[in-house]
């Protein structure tokens, strides 16, 4: 497999140290708020790097995504909720969970939150050695990086030297592209803001070491197979993570580093601070099912940038129902013989998708693989009354969709939607128990509003000595 390489800005060759096994890190969210699309296009893209490692080439995976649910964001919000800061992300976490399980991802090993106990000692341990080292300095209580120690500072982002502020600091968790200054490690306690005290002082993490330091603690000595993200987060804040862990340990924080590219809105980046945002509910209450939306995401390659709209979820809606008619009409085909020239076809789109996805994730010249397959076998069962397709060769042409499936994991979803009840089950075993007492009242009007409301829906009442039991339409 190859990868585009942010560190290098080549494509290399990709396997893991240790021959098995990935240990890959990936930022999570800021769970100030919910989590929008543009941050899922990052997230889905990295669901099928992670997919296709574990699918297709064949590795373990020891996959840490972490929350981030202590910053300025998440003080500010919270305090303006009038909220602790942990019962505040709480509702953001489980938001964020609820919408990777609409969209597919797959679970990663390790879901890791910034105020975990175990995580702020970490925290505070990098930054003993980063004192150790002669890499910090102290002022107001607070702790900052003095990057003029790191000479190879700015390396990821490729930052002009000439431009870096010897001396200047910033406190700021988020600062200007291509402001290199100083930046704050642990900040002082200020009034109103939650407080730990681990040996650096009273205060609270900066941004940055968060994930240097979950990254190492849960994942292992440097260096990490991969560190992945959007390409918003290339500097400051992946090359600040590699300033503290490198400076730390004196050892390569990660030897690739995977980013994805913008979603779009307008032509302009969706950002909650541009206010120019959809979130995965906004799509689903347009009428459009998730499905579609994963396969829009992934339809342009991660690293160029999308633009979003409608249209793109309309054509996506259109295609996977493409897909999931032909693989309707493939399971229809029960009888008939062999045939070596299908087996033949099919193993070599196979062997394409295959290398398209391996090319540094290529999964828009993967989707052209699988229609082409999908038009050429349609074609098969138009030709001789459908004897030119038999059993056997529709069982390895749905092996062989199944496989890219598991990769792009959009079919699947797409039947997982199909088989869910058009209508909640609570609200549907709600409204049968309203229209039993509507029917013990004698109010039938009411109760066959229910049965036909329900009916247009999608969903069936029908009735029997035994009560009322629902199916789809």
């Not at 240990?23 to 769970?31: D, E, I, K, S």
């Not at 649910?69 to 919000?77: E, F, L, R, S, Y």
């Not at 913008?262 to 032509?267: E, I, P, S, T, V």
Request: charged share 30%; proline share 3%; net charge negative.
């Amino acid at each position: 497999m190859r990868l585009f390489n942010t560190l290098t800005r080549s494509e290399e060759d990709f396997v893991p140290a240790d021959g098995t096994t990935v240990r890959m890190y990936t930022c999570g969210l800021t769970v100030y708020a919910r989590g929008h699309i543009g941050n899922f296009r990052t997230f889905i893209s990295l669901d099928v790097l992670r997919r296709a490692l574990r699918h297709q080439e064949g590795y373990a995976m020891r996959h840490v995504m972490n929350f981030t649910d202590v910053d300025d964001k998440t003080i500010k919000a919270s305090q303006e909720a009038g909220m602790s800061l942990r019962d505040y992300t709480d509702r953001y976490i489980q938001a964020f969970r609820d919408d990777c399980a609409v969209l597919g991802l797959e679970p990663v090993e390790e879901n890791p939150r910034a105020t975990d106990d175990a995580n702020l000692r970490a925290m505070v341990d990098m930054i003993a050695q980063l004192k150790a080292r002669g890499h910090t300095y102290e002022s107001d209580g607070s702790t900052y990086f003095r990057i003029a120690t790191l000479p190879e500072y700015g390396k990821l982002a490729r930052l002009d030297h000439a431009g870096i502020q010897v001396g200047a600091r910033v406190d700021s968790d988020t600062y200007d592209k291509q402001d290199a200054r100083d930046f704050v490690l642990w900040k002082a306690t200020k009034a109103g803001e939650p407080t730990w005290d681990y040996g650096c002082g009273p205060g609270r993490p900066g941004w940055h070491i968060e994930c240097s330091a979950m990254a190492l603690r849960l994942l292992g000595d440097g260096p990490i197979d991969i560190h992945g993200g959007g390409i918003d987060l290339i500097f400051p804040h992946h090359e600040n993570e590699i300033a503290q862990a490198e400076g730390a340990t004196g050892r390569q924080f990660s030897r690739f580093w995977v980013h994805v590219e913008f979603l779009n809105l307008d032509h302009e980046k969706m950002s909650k601070s541009l206010g120019n945002v959809y979130n995965v509910q906004d799509i689903l209450d347009r009428g459009f099912k998730a499905s579609a939306l994963r396969y829009a995401l992934i339809s342009v390659h991660y690293r160029k940038q999308l633009t979003f709209s409608f249209e793109i979820l309309t054509q996506a809606d259109a295609a996977l129902t493409r897909l999931t008619d032909f693989l309707a009409r493939i399971d229809r085909v029960t009888g008939g013989d062999a045939h070596s020239q299908i087996a033949a076809r099919v193993a070599a789109a196979r062997e394409e998708f295959r290398s398209k996805i391996a090319s540094d994730l290529n999964v828009p010249g993967g989707l052209g693989v699988m229609f082409e397959l999908l038009r050429e076998m349609n074609a098969a069962m138009d030709q001789d009354a459908g004897r030119a397709l038999g059993a056997a060769d529709a069982a390895l042409i749905r092996d062989a969709f199944e496989e890219f499936d598991k990769v792009l994991g959009v079919v699947a979803l797409r039947r997982r939607e199909e088989a869910a009840p058009p209508v909640p089950e609570d609200e549907i075993r709600a409204l049968i128990d309203e229209r039993r007492q509507a029917r013990r009242d004698r109010q039938f009007a009411r109760a066959d509003e229910i049965r036909v409301s329900l009916a247009a829906r999608g969903v069936m009442l029908e009735d029997s000595s035994t009560g009322t039991r629902w199916k789809r339409k």
